[in-house]
């Protein structure tokens, strides 16, 4: 029964993943086509990408609100229901107001989901599989953004494409809503003893003697909002741990590199949408191989070691970006290479000699830098997917107590939303008034601050249950280090009293 259970779970880690990684990478060819289809300017092309970042930042506000009062597992019918919707809206779509108005529910409904996925995973697994199969719901994005690549890449020279692009979303979704059916309502019980195990589910911890842990009452705890900036059971702490992660995941560049993957590799020097599309066909292979590394270790070498190193590997891959653009200059009228095909452009000035994916008489200089750009690039996608992508909201899903959960996720994740919306929204134009070279060479700055941040502030919560993280939350403060600053941040496992 828990082994059926458990697989049920998966399946929906998984699919909710798959669902939300499918939409979040689609628009990169479908915009390719679009742009042609409807004639889109610039700033028209930022507004449709960045509508499903308006709808999932709205979604974030609610979503909370929605998950703790009507259940996770209510919040996720939910929002298959309205993607549902979202995606026969964009499949029927004859003009750009409805275009923005489906990408609008479906970043809505993606967003509910994966707040409401997270938490229900996370607290009805054991803690030693929590890393495990909460990581999985990342691996459903990277292979949701893979599959959105390769059918970008098969539909690229269809007539009309993106509607079969969009149109194909439904599958999953009916899925994950028939699956999500079978499974309990209420996944954690918060006045029962050792609220990580109800209803049998969950296997007890044992300590290091072989012998079963006893565990201690929990007692419901209730919390308001605004308890999440008070220095009640140490929620500032918690807050402020959120946030970081939430907002450095995004300044890092990530949104850019995979909204506009096609568009990028047209700027270094793949001349035709379809070689574009492929090279970030290539991308998608990256972050799965990377997140299943990131499965692996979850539970083993931690959180907080495969932050550090994805933000190293990170900053370095954006950098070299920016400095083999600064070299040649993709992006700027007069190269050698086409610079980003921006709205104003003729047809005839974006139509290349697709022969080669590359410029017609690149010099070897050039070529080495193009595929430098391309490895980099790989290597950006892989470091995100091993770190940021799936512990970002491992961590999320853990330090918050049970009563506020759904809210603290939705605060932070809406903090994340505005972020994406943000970046995403501005692209193109800052890269048309500053260069790609100067974009990712913030972004590789950025990436160095965010490794102090989870180097001083980020706590290690492998191996603890829920429980035990949110006791050692509430009873200890950290240790300062001797200028000021938190030693490691890493917490030991709560001693439990064996009295009765």
């Known amino acids: 029964m828990l082994e059926n259970l458990a697989s049920f779970y998966q399946n929906i880690s998984l699919l909710g993943g798959l669902m939300f990684g499918y939409e979040l990478g689609i628009i990169s060819g479908a915009l390719l086509q679009l742009q042609m289809d409807f004639h889109l300017s610039c700033f028209e092309q930022?507004?449709?990408?960045?509508?499903?970042?308006?709808?999932?930042?709205?979604?974030?506000?609610?979503?909370?609100?929605?998950?703790?009062?009507?259940?996770?597992r209510r919040a996720i019918l939910v929002s298959n229901l309205i993607l549902l919707c979202g995606s026969l809206i964009l499949t029927l779509a004859g003009s750009l107001i409805w275009l923005v108005f489906g990408r609008m529910t479906v970043g809505f409904a993606i967003s509910v989901s994966s707040m409401a996925c997270c938490i229900y995973v996370s607290e009805m697994v054991a803690a030693h599989q929590r890393g495990l199969l909460v990581s999985l719901y990342e691996a459903g994005i990277t292979m949701g953004i893979l599959l959105s690549y390769a059918l970008n890449y098969i539909f690229s020279d269809m007539t009309e494409g993106w509607r079969y692009m969009f149109g194909l979303a439904l599958a999953?979704?009916?899925?994950?809503?028939?699956?999500?059916l079978l499974l309990p309502t209420k996944p954690v019980v918060l006045n029962r003893w050792h609220c990580d195990s109800q209803k049998g589910l969950l296997q007890l911890q044992n300590n290091e003697d072989g012998e079963e842990t006893k565990p201690e009452p929990c007692t419901e705890k209730h919390y308001s909002f605004l308890d999440l900036f008070r220095s009640r059971d140490n929620m500032k702490s918690r807050t402020l741990v959120g946030l970081g992660l939430v907002l450095f995941q995004q300044f890092t560049g990530q949104p850019n590199v995979l909204?506009?993957?096609?568009?990028?590799?047209?700027?270094?020097?793949?001349?035709?949408?379809?070689?574009?599309?492929l090279a970030s066909v290539g991308l998608g292979v990256m972050k799965v191989i990377a997140t299943l590394v990131a499965m692996v270790f979850a539970d083993k070498a931690g959180r907080r070691v495969l932050l550090i190193a994805g933000c190293v590997v990170m900053s370095v891959s954006v950098t070299a970006i920016g400095l083999t653009s600064w070299t040649v200059p993709l992006?700027?009228?007069g190269s050698s290479q086409p610079k980003m095909d921006l709205p104003n452009q003729s047809n005839e000035e974006t139509v290349q000699n697709t022969s080669s994916p590359f410029s017609d008489t690149p010099n070897k200089e050039h070529m080495i830098l193009n595929w430098i750009t391309l490895l980099s690039m790989m290597a950006f996608v892989s470091a995100f997917s091993i770190g940021f992508g799936p512990m970002t909201w491992l961590v999320l899903s853990e330090i918050y107590p049970a009563g506020i959960r759904g809210r603290a996720f939705s605060f932070c994740n809406s903090f994340n939303w505005?972020?994406?919306?943000?970046?995403?929204?501005?692209?193109?134009?800052?890269?048309?008034?500053?260069?790609l070279s100067w974009m990712f060479l913030l972004y590789g700055v950025v990436g160095v601050s965010a490794v102090i941040f989870i180097y001083l502030l980020v706590p290690e919560t492998k191996g603890q249950s829920l429980e035990e993280i949110d006791q050692q939350f509430s009873r200890k403060r950290r240790r300062f280090g001797r200028r000021g600053n938190f030693a490691h941040a890493q917490y030991q496992r709560v001693e439990h009293s064996s009295a009765s």
């Open 172 to 180: 999953p979704t009916v899925i994950q809503f028939l699956s999500i």
């Open 46 to 72: 930022e507004i449709l990408v960045s509508s499903l970042l308006t709808g999932a930042l709205l979604a974030s506000l609610v979503g909370g609100i929605l998950i703790d009062r009507h259940g996770r």
């Open 418 to 435: 505005a972020a994406n919306l943000l970046i995403s929204l501005s692209f193109l134009d800052l890269i048309g008034t500053y260069s």
């Open 259 to 277: 909204c506009y993957a096609s568009k990028i590799f047209r700027s270094v020097g793949f001349q035709n949408d379809s070689s574009a599309v």
């Open 331 to 333: 992006d700027k009228p």
